[in-house]
């Protein structure tokens, strides 16, 4: 239960500037130069991070390399890391409220989502895999007899990890996590509009015991200190949670370098599939809403794209607008509130014009569709429910990022399929229905990569989240994670 006067005590408290996190240090940009920090929630400064240079990005590398080549972290015994890292996810939960606050302050998402999504899962996170760093065995293969060949698992180096603004320490922690539990040092780079919380949680990394050196944040604007990162030939491996096309830039910048390993989390068009035959329409319609409009819809895997078969399409289209009115749109600090602010006026007016599209293209605006809430300052849209878009549609083909859903009908499981498998993303999916083997049908169909089945957003630590097709490879979470982190050698002993 959220303590609302705990809550009120922290949303007007003053945030000191932040500072980049280099070589063990907190440190202003190196020509001090600074960002302004815009809180969604009324249009107000908050307070300011450094805009980081090409040398902040080039010095935090460096101290990234150093420290990995000492040593000080991958060469320590793995109970000696967990124990580390198991106090940091102790911290993080201590703080775990400032910290979400703060983040809301930053970024705008509901509180009761922020808390539970952002420092509790990150903690979870860290933990998850501090407890897993002390169970990865190497191998010995199956070879002749006269030979001996052990294969080893050793950390992959200096991790370049540059993330998005919508799940900062979440996201932060999907990388965080397995990078560090594998012994490798890494240089972080926050979103502009969401790097305060992320700054705290790494001083709290540092505070538990992180030597110098093995976990740098520098902030600042993506095309200077991102780019920089990208090129950077003290990076091993990149690691990337953000839009289809930075991700091209960093393949870019990889191949332009040290042809760097590059893992991408991208965007989504994440179709959720309404057969006649769903088990609770009223269910599925209440589930439906929230999967598309938590967090105004600035997640990845929102299911954006909601194909209805035609027999139910009006009935369904109704129970959904029901459950939506239903939903709590505006502060992000009362927790009664179900999707909070848009993060940011660019990202708001990106929305709109996705809507005014729609609406010249003769599309049906069912719910919502304009910015609500002006007179706070803030940033806040209507959930909005555009039904008779085409499949061809740019509603939907490409990302909103933001509280629009774009309704299909269709006839046939086949044409569902179709139209499902009909963009350049393939991240997340779901289908309602009360056949078995239809939904097994469609799961094999489905290229995705995460197929729901009578539910939608389901997940936890245990199990990977990846991309197919412009939606990213590699996978985050699980101890598939490990993958992206973990170099294979091998010794062959001639006996
Ligand atoms: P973005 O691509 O604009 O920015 C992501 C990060 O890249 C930021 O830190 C930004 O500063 C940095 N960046 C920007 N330009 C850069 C450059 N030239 N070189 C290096 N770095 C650069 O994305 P965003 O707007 O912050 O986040 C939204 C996107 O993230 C959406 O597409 C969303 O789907 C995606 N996302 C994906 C997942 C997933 O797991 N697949 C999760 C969350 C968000």
Redesign the pocket.
């Known amino acids: 239960m959220l303590d609302q006067s705990a809550i009120e005590a922290l949303r007007d408290a003053p945030v000191s500037p932040g500072q980049h996190l280099i070589d063990g240090a907190q440190r202003p940009a190196s020509d001090d130069g600074v960002m302004e920090v815009i809180s969604p929630l009324n249009g107000t400064v908050l307070t300011t991070i450094p805009r980081g240079t090409k040398a902040d990005a080039e010095a935090a590398c460096a101290a990234a390399r150093r420290s990995f080549d000492a040593g000080v972290w991958a060469g320590l015994a793995p109970g000696a890391r967990k124990a580390v890292m198991l106090k940091w996810a102790a911290l993080i939960e201590e703080n775990a409220l400032e910290l979400a606050v703060l983040g809301v302050r930053d970024n705008g998402t509901e509180i009761g989502m922020a808390l539970k999504a952002e420092p509790m899962s990150a903690a979870g996170t860290i933990r998850y895999y501090a407890e897993a760093l002390d169970k990865i065995y190497g191998e010995i293969a199956p070879t002749a007899p006269d030979v001996l060949a052990l294969v080893h698992k050793e950390p992959a180096g200096v991790v370049g990890a ?6 900062p320490l979440m ?1 932060g922690a999907w990388k965080l996590g397995p990078a560090l539990a594998a012994g490798c040092s890494v240089v972080l ?4 509009t969401a790097s305060l919380s992320l700054l705290k949680m790494c001083a709290l990394g540092v505070e538990a015991g992180l030597p110098a050196g093995v976990l740098n944040v520098v902030t600042g ?3 200077v ?3 920089a ?2 090129e950077s030939m003290d990076v091993d491996v990149l690691v ?8 091209r ?2 393949l870019q ?1 990889s191949a332009a370098s040290n042809m760097k390993r590059v893992y991408l ?4 068009k994440s179709p959720n599939v309404v057969f006649a035959d769903a088990p609770d329409l009223a269910e599925a319609a209440k589930v439906s809403a929230a999967g598309i409009f938590r967090n105004s819809g600035q ?3 929102a299911g954006s794209r909601l194909l209805v078969e035609r027999g139910v399409h009006d009935e369904f289209v109704d129970l959904l607008a029901q459950a939506t009115a239903k939903m709590k749109v505006g502060d992000p600090l009362d927790p009664a509130t179900n999707a909070g602010a848009v993060n940011s006026e660019r990202q708001l007016m990106q929305n709109l014009r996705f809507v005014e599209e729609a609406r010249e293209l003769g599309r049906e605006i069912r719910l919502g569709g304009q910015r609500i809430l002006e007179e706070t300052g803030g940033y806040f849209m209507a959930p909005t429910i555009v039904t008779g878009v085409e499949p061809g549609d740019r509603l939907a083909q490409q ?1 909103v ?1 933001g509280p629009v859903l774009a309704v299909i009908p269709f006839d046939t499981e086949a044409e569902a399929l179709e139209i499902a498998n009909g963009t350049e993303f393939g ?1 997340a999916s779901a289908v309602w229905t009360g056949s078995l083997s239809r939904a097994h049908r469609m799961v094999r169909g489905l290229r995705a990569g995460v197929v729901h089945v009578n539910t939608y957003g389901g997940a936890d630590n245990t199990v990977p ?1 990846g ?1 197919v097709k412009q ?2 490879n590699g996978h ?1 979470k699980s101890l598939h994670a490990f993958e992206k982190y973990l170099d294979l050698k091998t010794a062959w002993i001639k006996l």
């Open positions: 540059i993330v998005p603004w919508n799940f996201i780079k926050p979103a502009e604007e993506g095309a200190v991102g780019q990162i990208a990337f949670t953000g839009s289809g096309p930075v991700g830039r960093l910048a989390e991208l965007g989504g997640v990845c895997v990302e990022f991240l989240l991309g939606s990213g985050d």
